[in-house]
């Protein structure tokens, strides 16, 4: 929050999250955290309605609490539900975790 004095990195939490499919292969994802002092490690799943696992990044040492990545698939997204699961570290304990669920318009049923 703005104006709000920094936390440990321990007590980071996941202020926001979205989403939004550029085209089949592009996911632009904007993550706003806490302000937090020391760094954390930012992991970015996106799964495709078959639970398939299509696109993973991670962050590593991170210092910014606001985030925004084109994350690319490995493959065409399909029609149906996507999910991005996004974890926040801190060595390796999970500090905070959220999951956005979306649909790529462009997806069409073959």
Known sequence: M?????RPASEVEIESVGVNPLDLRRVDVAV????????????MVIVGPDRAELCTTTLVHNRDPMLDRILHLRQDA?????????????DEDLIARTARRFQFPQAKAQ
């Open 2 to 6: 703005a104006g709000e004095a920094p």
């Open 32 to 43: 706003d955290l806490t302000p937090y002092l020391g760094a954390v490690r930012v992991e």
């Open 78 to 90: 399909q029609p149906g539900e996507h999910t991005l699961h996004v974890g926040v570290f801190v």
